[in-house]
């Protein structure tokens, strides 16, 4: 059980357009999604918290206006990263719990690169 | 700022050994510390630690914390290849809107030669 997906696993786009991320919790309600990005050889940053049915909560210095975070069901996050730069390029990872304060599991990531 | 470190940042052993990996924490309302492993994707869960002094085992991997340092350990004994990997521990906050946040340290890359 716990197993969480993400699609898509690697994404190019070319520099001022959207892309969306989905994040799902295959075999578990998740009440709780959380988004973070990593950038190579550093550690996971939280970007944002988000509970089903309500707005998302960004951590300071993230932007909400290019990371649009939307929790639809309690079984699907998405994450759109609109008008994408060079410097948006990273690995996205999401993370499902069943009960915040809970153990997270964590999708596979998505490697974004924007040209 | 919570704030999550771990030491070393990396360390280089033979098959066979044992290793401990390091985790300090000053995490605001604390609430449960956890170790993840990282190979290429995305981090998998190992273990989280709610109680002081209690061990957590899972096969050749064991973990404790002790809350009155603030302090956790992971071990590693007869070290094999495939434990090659970053290891991430993270401290949960328990407080407010907070609540659920994971603060991640650096990580501990561990390089294991045949």
Known sequence: GA????????VICKSG????????????????????????????????????????TYEQGVEKDKFLINHASLTLSTLTVTSAHPEDSSFYICSATRDRGYEQYFGPGTRLTVT | ???????????VVHEGDTVTL????????????????????APTFL????????????????SIL???????????????TGDSAVYLCAGTNAGGTSYGKLTFGQGTILTVHP
């Open chain 1, 3 to 10: 197993v969480v997906s993400q699609h898509p696993s690697r």
């Open chain 1, 17 to 56: 357009t959207s892309v969306k991320i989905e994040c799902r919790s295959l075999d578990f309600q998740a009440t709780t999604m959380f988004w973070y990005r990593q950038f190579p050889k550093q550690s996971l940053m939280l970007m944002a918290t988000s509970n089903e049915g309500s707005k998302a």
């Open chain 2, 1 to 11: 700022e919570d704030k999550v470190v771990q030491s070393p940042l990396s360390l």
């Open chain 2, 22 to 41: 390091n985790c300090s924490y000053e995490v605001t309302n604390f609430r449960s510390l956890l170790w993840y492993k990282q190979e290429k994707k």
């Open chain 2, 47 to 62: 273990f989280m630690l709610t109680s002081s002094g209690i061990e957590k085992k899972s096969g050749r991997l064991s």
């Open chain 2, 66 to 80: 002790d809350k009155k340092e603030l302090f956790s350990i992971l071990n590693i004994t007869a070290t094999q």
